[in-house]
């Protein structure tokens, strides 16, 4: 296939070939940026939580009524917990101050020593039972649980540090590199020790923002019910299969319990809930690019069918003449193919440029992660399959030209 | 002849439908997905109180500590103590501190189970300051402010859930199982984003239920529905440790009028600090910021980030669109350049055909305006699919909304028809006419 005579047409359609690499540049930048995001978006919305997600749901409980003392909150949710635990339907429960995937919630500072000042690590805080491990189903992975007489409770604004805790397996190690985490103290904003007594082996944090994905698994379980004013979260655990039965009954058997409490139905839910407006963002962002990509690549190829479709209508003349020279209708065919390449091949090298360039403004502006050039290929692959796939129905149209058009006048 | 070149147009559009509808097809969704981020990024990024966003600053003051502060910056709340001292200070025209609480309410006269309602304690002036509109009743004074008192100012959605949108001022309700006194209720208010409390919420709640004395709240000991922020080490134990504590929680704004004021206050809040550190409160030099609404706004990056980047790529997608436009345009111009040599032998000036194939191109920006727009409604509805429901519910499809789509698919185009058509008016008459 000679290429010489195709630049040579081209120069002479230099306004449709210039828009052609624009465009198939453009779509190349938009295209492999937005596949890029979506892959990060899905990877990030499909982080495990570490717990028996297809049988948990959370009841966000609030407090109504008269004021009530820190001994009668406390005394109303082991009663409720109690009452849960009864139901059939329910495998375990516990009380908590969060839940993961919550979107924010309580977190500290740990050191190694008390004098510490800069903090080795930040974790975030579950407060609970002895039921609490067993009711969000993670697993135990080194020590013991806490028991019955380890748990306490605190009260508004009571700054209280226990003994006692157990962390993540990724907080031990943060803490611990070495392994040792077991009966090792650590300090939460305290001078008073904590002894990890219990190892996790994953509980994902209560957000999931940006700024927490340094921190995501680095959490710790505290012996502690939260008897505050303003309410708490029940855990529940259902038996396999069971978890819509168990969401019907556990708020009457609340409500039988005392009828002075609100639960609020935009915090917690099933886990498909909670995981579902967690990452609604992500979600969208993902959807989002995915129909812009879609409709952008669907408009390039369209545009691309519709120029060469012209190009091929201005030229029948010139097709006439080659075939009746003795060319076959494949070297028609080469032609527009090559052609095509050639222009997609020029768009593709500037789009390289412009898709870096975007993605160094997405890193710079919104801290994103680089592009990994796998994308890049991606998306330079895409564009000329795009670009052949489209040259294809026109150019077999040209083919298709007699060599008798040589002899017609326009 | 406008007319005509309209019905020409029309004429040369239906000779290759199927490349027409691609244009009008480009445009439409380009528009239309410009438009729909658009409506969104309006939503989250506007200024919420125009009028007095240049007046209305929120102070801060490093009580942490170059140990602990924010990289450099001050904390994003005030400490109990801290707060007090300003109000007490009362350098600014108005002032007011205020923190997020949570309280139940049992619905009057009936049996039903209690609900929730979400308010702010705040001080009167935060009313005047804000330029809340009431429905019924006002503000309360200053000296409730001082007194302590068991005042009240319900918002008019959750008036209309309790009474029905009766005057209810003058009313005692039981809220959290305090009693208060009804002064005002407040007409639909919802500043959007909810600049006064951006800090631990995103800044597009439902409106708000109620106000109370932050005095009263304080004596009643309701914790902040908020954030509450600690560094260092802790060491109280209860609610009164807790107010003298360093952790943060209280956000702090103040009206002042004009830069000179602004001025003084900021040399107000250094000498406070420096007072602090004299007595031995701080260890380190004064370190406080001042900020109006818009820097405060921008400095909690109100705007979510996926907002921009939408935006951006929507913007890029449409420019791509109009590229695909201008080659398409230039083809089908050009091929018509025999029709044009013919016209311009016959004595059409230039300005003929640039009107004739301006106009064409004005129809397909048109028609594609009309398609992005019927897309733009229709994408409304799936808004919610790509943002949280609180920000997808700020979009909506106004009447400038309308007008600017259709512009701009209209403008869009011309713009691109512009190069086509000067190449079509380049046309050299004779060359065509040999040719044929």
């Known amino acids: 296939m000679q290429i010489k005579p195709i630049l040579a047409a081209l120069r002479r359609h230099k306004a449709g070939t210039v828009l052609i690499v624009l465009q198939i540049a453009l779509t190349l930048a938009i295209v492999c940026n937005a596949l890029f995001i979506i892959q990060q978006r899905l990877a990030h919305l499909s982080e495990p939580t570490g717990i028996d997600e297809a049988n948990l749901f959370v009841l966000s409980n609030q407090w109504a009524g008269e004021p009530m003392s820190k001994a009668q909150i406390d005394a109303q949710i082991r009663a409720d917990v109690a009452a849960l635990r009864q139901l059939p339907s329910v495998l375990d429960a516990a009380p908590s101050n969060a839940y993961p995937l919550r979107g924010g919630g309580w977190d500290t500072f740990i050191g190694l020593t008390p004098e510490q000042v800069q903090p080795t690590s930040d974790a975030a805080v579950y407060l609970g039972d002895e039921h609490l491990l067993d009711a969000l189903g993670v697993k135990l992975i080194a020590g013991r649980n806490f028991r019955a007489d380890e748990v306490g409770s605190v009260g508004l604004r009571e700054n209280v540090i226990p003994p006692v805790v157990i962390v993540t397996r990724e907080l031990a190690h943060r803490l611990y590199p070495d392994g040792s985490a077991l009966g090792k103290p650590l300090y939460a904003m305290s001078a008073t020790p904590s ?39 029940y855990i529940v655990r259902a038996r396999p299969g069971q978890r819509d039965a168990a969401m019907r009954e556990a708020p009457k058997a609340l409500y039988a319990q005392n009828r002075q409490r609100i639960f609020d139905a935009g915090d917690g839910g099933s886990f498909a ?39 091929v209508g201005q030229r029948r003349k010139q097709i006439g003449v080659r075939r009746a020279l003795g060319a076959r209708q494949r070297d028609i065919l080469g032609y527009f193919l090559t052609e095509n390449l050639l222009i997609t091949g020029g768009g593709v090298l500037l789009g390289l440029l412009l898709a870096v360039g975007m993605n160094l403004w997405l890193v710079v502006r919104f801290s994103m992660q680089p592009i990994s050039p796998a994308y890049l290929g991606i998306g330079v692959l895409l564009l000329l399959l795009l670009g052949q796939g489209a040259v294809l129905a026109p150019a077999l149209k040209a083919a298709r030209v007699p060599p008798v058009e040589a002899t017609r006048s326009v | 002849m406008l007319g005509y070149y309209f019905r020409l147009g029309l004429r040369s559009l239906r000779r290759n439908p199927a490349l027409t509808a691609l244009m009008v097809m480009a445009i439409g969704f380009g528009v239309a997905a410009s438009m729909i981020t658009y409506a969104v ?36 709340a005030l400490n109990y103590v801290d707060a007090m001292a300003l109000m007490r200070a009362h350098q600014a025209t108005r002032q007011t501190l205020l923190y997020p609480v949570w309280l139940s309410v049992s619905p009057e006269g009936s049996r039903g189970l209690p609900v929730g309602a979400n308010g702010y ?12 509109p009431f429905l019924y009743g006002g503000r309360w004074s200053a000296d409730d402010d001082q007194r302590h008192a068991a005042a009240v100012v319900l918002g008019e959605e959750f008036n209309q859930r309790l009474f029905g949108g009766a005057n209810s001022v003058g009313r005692e309700i039981v809220l959290g199982g305090h ?39 304080i004596d009643l000991k309701l914790d902040t529905a908020g954030n509450n922020s600690c560094r260092g080490q802790p060491d109280f134990s209860g609610w009164d440790g807790w107010l003298q504590s360093t952790c943060v929680w209280i956000t ?9 004021q602004a001025a003084h206050y900021r040399r107000f809040l250094e000498g406070y600090a420096a007072d602090q550190r004299r007595a031995g409160r701080f260890a380190w030099a004064p370190n406080v910021r001042l900020r109006n609404v818009v820097q405060w706004l921008d400095y909690q990056q109100v705007v979510p980030p996926e907002s921009r980047i939408a935006l951006v790529v929507a913007l ?16 089908k111009f050009m091929r018509r350049a025999g029709e044009i040599g013919v016209r311009r032998a016959l004595g059409a000036p230039r300005r003929q055909i640039y009107a004739q194939y301006l106009l064409e191109a004005a129809s397909v920006g048109l028609a594609g305006g009309v398609l992005g727009l019927l897309l733009t409604a229709a994408g409304m509805s799936g808004v919610g699919l790509l943002f949280e429901p609180q920000i997808a519910r700020l979009a909506r499809l106004d009447f400038s909304l309308v007008g600017l789509c259709l512009l701009a698919a209209v403008l869009a185009t011309l713009a691109a028809a512009f190069y086509p058509a000067w190449r079509a008016a380049q046309v050299q008459p004779a060359w065509q006419l040999k040719s044929h």
């Open chain 1, 195 to 233: 002894t990890i007594i219990g190892i996790v082996e994953r509980l994902q944090t209560q957000s999931v923002d940006a700024w927490q994905q340094a921190y995501a698994y680095q959490a710790m379980l505290w012996p502690l019910r939260g008897a505050w004013s303003s309410g708490l979260y």
């Open chain 1, 273 to 311: 809930q909670i995981r579902a407006r967690a990452y609604e963002r992500d979600r969208g962002m993902a959807i989002l690019m995915g129909v812009i990509s879609a409709v952008l690549l669907a408009i390039t190829a369209a545009g691309i069918v519709g120029l060469t479709s012209f190009w």
């Open chain 2, 41 to 76: 990024f309006r939503a989250v990024s506007g200024n919420p109180i125009p009028e007095k966003s240049e007046r209305l600053f929120t102070p801060q003051i490093d009580s942490w500590g170059p140990q602990h502060n924010i990289h450099g910056e001050p904390p994003y």
């Open chain 2, 121 to 132: 304690a705040v001080y009167g002036d935060f009313f005047p300051m804000f330029d809340v």
């Open chain 2, 179 to 217: 009693a208060f006194r009804i002064v005002g209720v407040t007409r639909h208010w919802n500043p959007r984003p909810r600049f006064f409390a951006l800090w631990g919420s995103g800044g597009f709640a439902e409106p708000t239920d109620f106000y109370l004395p932050f005095t009263r709240a």
């Open chain 2, 252 to 260: 702090p704004w103040v009206e002042l009028d004009g830069d000179a």
């Open chain 2, 316 to 331: 890029g997608f449409f420019v791509i669109c109009l590229v695909n436009t201008i080659g398409l345009l230039l083809a």
